[in-house]
Protein backbone atom coordinates (compact mmCIF):
# COMPACT_ATOMS: atom_id res chain seq x y z
CA UNK A 1 0.00 0.00 0.00
CA UNK A 2 1.00 3.77 -0.97
CA UNK A 3 -0.29 4.84 2.63
CA UNK A 4 -1.21 2.70 5.61
CA UNK A 5 -1.82 3.59 9.06
CA UNK A 6 -2.11 0.70 11.23
CA UNK A 7 -3.77 1.21 14.75
CA UNK A 8 -3.19 5.30 14.84
CA UNK A 9 -4.12 6.84 18.02
CA UNK A 10 -3.95 10.43 19.08
CA UNK A 11 -4.74 12.19 22.08
CA UNK A 12 -4.70 15.80 23.33
CA UNK A 13 -4.71 17.74 25.90
CA UNK A 14 -7.76 19.41 27.54
CA UNK A 15 -7.62 21.56 30.45
CA UNK A 16 -7.82 19.63 33.98
CA UNK A 17 -9.93 17.32 32.12
CA UNK A 18 -8.62 13.24 30.60
CA UNK A 19 -7.00 13.80 27.25
CA UNK A 20 -9.15 14.67 24.33
CA UNK A 21 -9.07 11.62 21.84
CA UNK A 22 -8.71 13.00 18.41
CA UNK A 23 -7.75 9.42 16.73
CA UNK A 24 -8.94 6.23 18.04
CA UNK A 25 -7.19 3.14 16.94
CA UNK A 26 -7.54 4.12 13.40
CA UNK A 27 -6.26 1.85 10.70
CA UNK A 28 -6.55 2.84 7.23
CA UNK A 29 -4.62 1.59 3.77
CA UNK A 30 -4.94 3.45 -0.27
CA UNK A 31 -3.33 1.88 -2.84
CA UNK A 32 -1.72 3.74 -5.70
CA UNK A 33 -3.98 5.28 -7.94
CA UNK A 34 -7.02 4.71 -5.39
CA UNK A 35 -9.01 7.89 -3.51
CA UNK A 36 -10.63 7.24 -0.55
CA UNK A 37 -13.02 9.30 1.09
CA UNK A 38 -13.62 10.20 4.68
CA UNK A 39 -17.04 11.97 5.42
CA UNK A 40 -18.13 13.30 8.93
CA UNK A 41 -18.95 16.12 11.12
CA UNK A 42 -16.28 18.99 12.17
CA UNK A 43 -14.20 17.95 14.75
CA UNK A 44 -15.54 13.83 14.00
CA UNK A 45 -11.51 13.70 13.44
CA UNK A 46 -10.78 14.18 9.73
CA UNK A 47 -8.02 17.36 9.99
CA UNK A 48 -6.39 15.28 12.51
CA UNK A 49 -6.45 12.35 10.00
CA UNK A 50 -4.70 14.08 7.33
CA UNK A 51 -2.21 16.06 9.75
CA UNK A 52 -0.71 12.50 10.66
CA UNK A 53 -0.65 11.10 7.26
CA UNK A 54 1.58 14.13 6.23
CA UNK A 55 3.65 13.79 9.30
CA UNK A 56 2.91 17.15 10.65
CA UNK A 57 1.53 15.68 13.86
CA UNK A 58 3.11 12.76 15.59
CA UNK A 59 0.73 10.30 16.95
CA UNK A 60 0.90 8.62 20.14
CA UNK A 61 0.58 4.72 19.18
CA UNK A 62 0.43 3.09 15.75
CA UNK A 63 2.58 3.11 12.43
CA UNK A 64 2.50 5.12 9.46
CA UNK A 65 4.28 4.04 6.31
CA UNK A 66 4.08 6.52 3.49
CA UNK A 67 5.58 5.04 -0.25
CA UNK A 68 7.13 2.57 1.76
CA UNK A 69 8.62 4.91 4.30
CA UNK A 70 7.84 4.54 8.05
CA UNK A 71 7.55 7.92 9.37
CA UNK A 72 8.28 7.19 13.22
CA UNK A 73 11.87 7.85 14.23
CA UNK A 74 12.42 10.27 11.26
CA UNK A 75 13.71 14.16 12.54
CA UNK A 76 11.61 17.05 11.42
CA UNK A 77 14.40 17.76 8.55
CA UNK A 78 13.63 13.65 7.17
CA UNK A 79 10.20 14.50 7.21
CA UNK A 80 9.54 17.46 5.27
CA UNK A 81 11.56 16.09 2.82
CA UNK A 82 9.51 13.11 2.97
CA UNK A 83 6.24 16.41 2.51
CA UNK A 84 7.93 17.74 -0.60
CA UNK A 85 9.32 14.90 -2.28
CA UNK A 86 6.06 12.37 -1.85
CA UNK A 87 3.31 13.91 -0.16
CA UNK A 88 0.98 16.48 -2.06
CA UNK A 89 -1.51 18.23 -0.12
CA UNK A 90 -4.75 20.07 -1.31
CA UNK A 91 -5.58 22.65 1.36
CA UNK A 92 -9.10 24.14 1.99
CA UNK A 93 -8.05 27.25 1.00
CA UNK A 94 -6.03 27.76 -2.22
CA UNK A 95 -3.99 30.34 -0.35
CA UNK A 96 -2.40 30.96 -3.81
CA UNK A 97 0.33 33.99 -3.93
CA UNK A 98 -1.23 37.27 -5.29
CA UNK A 99 1.80 38.36 -7.21
CA UNK A 100 2.18 34.89 -9.14
CA UNK A 101 0.66 33.63 -12.30
CA UNK A 102 -0.37 29.76 -12.41
CA UNK A 103 2.30 28.32 -13.85
CA UNK A 104 4.66 30.10 -11.25
CA UNK A 105 2.10 29.01 -8.48
CA UNK A 106 3.36 25.31 -9.20
CA UNK A 107 6.52 25.97 -10.49
CA UNK A 108 7.50 27.58 -6.40
CA UNK A 109 7.25 24.36 -5.67
CA UNK A 110 9.68 22.33 -7.49
CA UNK A 111 11.96 25.19 -7.48
CA UNK A 112 12.14 23.82 -3.54
CA UNK A 113 13.07 20.38 -4.57
CA UNK A 114 16.04 21.52 -7.08
CA UNK A 115 14.68 21.38 -10.54
CA UNK A 116 15.10 22.91 -13.36
CA UNK A 117 13.57 26.05 -14.52
CA UNK A 118 13.09 24.88 -17.96
CA UNK A 119 11.72 21.45 -16.70
CA UNK A 120 9.06 23.30 -14.12
CA UNK A 121 7.47 25.25 -16.55
CA UNK A 122 6.85 22.12 -19.02
CA UNK A 123 5.02 20.08 -16.29
CA UNK A 124 3.38 23.43 -14.46
CA UNK A 125 2.11 23.44 -18.33
CA UNK A 126 0.93 19.72 -18.19
CA UNK A 127 -0.59 20.18 -14.56
CA UNK A 128 -2.21 22.81 -15.64
CA UNK A 129 -3.75 21.35 -18.92
CA UNK A 130 -4.53 18.19 -17.21
CA UNK A 131 -6.88 20.39 -14.20
CA UNK A 132 -8.69 22.24 -17.57
CA UNK A 133 -6.82 25.44 -17.23
CA UNK A 134 -5.01 24.93 -20.32
CA UNK A 135 -4.33 28.86 -21.75
CA UNK A 136 -5.09 30.27 -18.21
CA UNK A 137 -0.96 29.66 -17.17
CA UNK A 138 -0.33 33.46 -17.02
CA UNK A 139 -3.19 34.72 -15.19
CA UNK A 140 -2.78 36.11 -11.84
CA UNK A 141 -5.28 34.86 -8.91
CA UNK A 142 -7.96 37.45 -9.48
CA UNK A 143 -8.02 36.80 -12.76
CA UNK A 144 -9.60 33.68 -11.88
CA UNK A 145 -12.50 32.01 -10.28
CA UNK A 146 -12.78 30.33 -7.01
CA UNK A 147 -13.25 26.96 -8.90
CA UNK A 148 -10.50 27.88 -10.71
CA UNK A 149 -8.10 28.48 -8.32
CA UNK A 150 -9.04 25.28 -6.59
CA UNK A 151 -7.67 23.78 -9.62
CA UNK A 152 -4.50 25.15 -9.14
CA UNK A 153 -4.20 24.39 -5.80
CA UNK A 154 -4.65 20.85 -6.64
CA UNK A 155 -1.83 21.20 -9.67
CA UNK A 156 0.27 22.37 -6.80
CA UNK A 157 -0.09 19.64 -5.31
CA UNK A 158 0.89 17.44 -8.11
CA UNK A 159 3.91 19.51 -9.20
CA UNK A 160 6.49 17.00 -7.44
CA UNK A 161 4.97 13.92 -8.47
CA UNK A 162 4.06 12.77 -5.31
CA UNK A 163 3.05 8.69 -4.32
CA UNK A 164 0.61 10.36 -1.66
CA UNK A 165 -2.45 13.51 -2.05
CA UNK A 166 -3.95 14.23 0.79
CA UNK A 167 -7.10 16.59 0.26
CA UNK A 168 -8.84 19.15 2.97
CA UNK A 169 -12.30 19.89 2.56
CA UNK A 170 -11.91 21.48 -1.62
CA UNK A 171 -15.29 22.52 -2.37
CA UNK A 172 -16.07 24.17 1.32
CA UNK A 173 -15.74 27.67 -0.65
CA UNK A 174 -17.54 26.31 -3.76
CA UNK A 175 -21.11 26.16 -5.34
CA UNK A 176 -23.23 22.64 -5.95
CA UNK A 177 -21.92 22.26 -9.81
CA UNK A 178 -18.09 23.36 -8.92
CA UNK A 179 -17.81 21.54 -6.42
CA UNK A 180 -19.32 18.15 -8.23
CA UNK A 181 -16.63 19.45 -10.64
CA UNK A 182 -13.73 19.33 -8.70
CA UNK A 183 -14.32 16.00 -6.97
CA UNK A 184 -14.92 14.28 -10.31
CA UNK A 185 -11.39 15.95 -11.10
CA UNK A 186 -9.57 14.15 -8.21
CA UNK A 187 -11.06 10.92 -8.92
CA UNK A 188 -9.47 11.02 -12.17
CA UNK A 189 -6.07 12.24 -11.52
CA UNK A 190 -6.10 9.74 -8.83
CA UNK A 191 -6.36 7.23 -11.67
CA UNK A 192 -4.61 8.53 -14.41
CA UNK A 193 -1.53 9.52 -11.97
CA UNK A 194 -1.33 7.05 -9.93
CA UNK A 195 -1.58 8.96 -7.31
CA UNK A 196 -3.00 7.25 -3.15
CA UNK A 197 -5.48 10.20 -2.70
CA UNK A 198 -7.18 10.98 0.70
CA UNK A 199 -9.91 13.26 0.78
CA UNK A 200 -12.02 14.26 4.22
CA UNK A 201 -15.31 16.09 3.80
CA UNK A 202 -18.20 16.83 5.69
CA UNK A 203 -20.56 16.43 2.37
CA UNK A 204 -21.46 12.91 1.40
CA UNK A 205 -23.06 14.06 -2.07
CA UNK A 206 -20.71 13.93 -5.47
CA UNK A 207 -18.84 10.78 -4.32
CA UNK A 208 -19.24 8.70 -7.09
CA UNK A 209 -15.37 9.30 -8.04
CA UNK A 210 -14.09 7.73 -4.93
CA UNK A 211 -12.97 4.27 -4.78
CA UNK A 212 -14.19 3.76 -0.78
CA UNK A 213 -16.20 5.93 1.85
CA UNK A 214 -15.41 5.49 5.39
CA UNK A 215 -16.74 7.49 8.32
CA UNK A 216 -15.08 9.05 11.00
CA UNK A 217 -17.19 9.92 13.97
CA UNK A 218 -15.00 10.76 17.41
CA UNK A 219 -12.16 9.62 16.04
CA UNK A 220 -13.34 6.41 15.06
CA UNK A 221 -12.67 5.24 11.44
CA UNK A 222 -15.61 3.18 10.01
CA UNK A 223 -16.42 1.50 6.59
Known sequence: MTLAMTDVTLT????????????????????????????????????????VAAT?????????????????GLSPAE??????????IVFQQPNLLPSLTAAEQLQV???LSGRRPRETRSRALDLLDAVGLAGKADRR???????????????R????EPAVMLVDEPTSALDHERGAAVLDLLGGLARERGVATVLVTH?????????????????????
Open 56 to 72: LVTPDAGKVVVDGTETA
Open 141 to 155: PHQLSGGQRQRINIA
Open 109 to 111: MAH
Open 203 to 223: DRSHLKAAHAILTMTDGILTP
Open 12 to 51: YPDGDQPRLTALDTVSLEVAAGRLVAVVGPSGSGKSSLLA
Open 157 to 160: ALMN
Open 79 to 88: KAELRRERIG
